[in-house]
């Protein structure tokens, strides 16, 4: 039984040009500089199980990116930038329940001396974090671990 035919991916200069420069700079995670590699040997006609022995992935992965960069094409760069056509997708489970916002406040409280929050203590645990974010409304509930898991603490 042959094997499905790959989705074909068709690069403008411009697209390989700005896929070429992406891998060459130094400030791009190692992932969206592999997949930009799997993304120009699709381009180039190579085959998914090529490109997965070049590049040492699985096959699926060189078919996965083949694909999504390929739908990604139809949307107008304004919208998605070349970067953001490699990014992740959304994973699935439960979305975080402390935001980016609560968890700056929660940082900044940990940089507070507790005697200014009226605590007995010198230095914060989690159990008097996690106590204090809940007085100060920062988030309804918190356990002392999680507290100290998003800070490190011991």
Request: overall charge positive; hydrophobic content about 35%; charged content about 30%.
């Amino acid at each position: 039984m042959p094997s499905p035919k790959a989705t074909e991916v068709k690069l403008s200069e411009e697209e390989r040009t700005n896929l070429e420069q992406l891998i060459r700079r130094h400030n791009v995670g190692q992932q969206i500089a592999l997949r930009a590699r799997i993304v120009l040997a699709a381009g180039q006609g190579q085959t998914s199980s090529a490109i997965a022995a070049t590049l040492h992935v699985s096959i699926n992965t060189a078919q996965r990116w083949r694909n999504r960069f390929a739908k990604a094409q139809t949307i107008s760069y304004s919208d998605l930038s070349l970067e953001d056509r490699l990014q992740d997708g959304p994973r699935p489970g439960a979305p975080a329940r402390i935001t980016a916002d609560q968890r700056c406040k929660i940082e900044a409280l940990a940089c507070e001396r507790p005697e200014n929050s009226e605590r007995p203590i010198s230095q914060w645990t989690g159990r008097e974090i996690a106590d204090e974010v809940i007085k100060r409304e920062i988030v309804p509930s918190i356990s002392a671990r999680h507290a100290a898991r998003l800070l490190k603490i011991r």
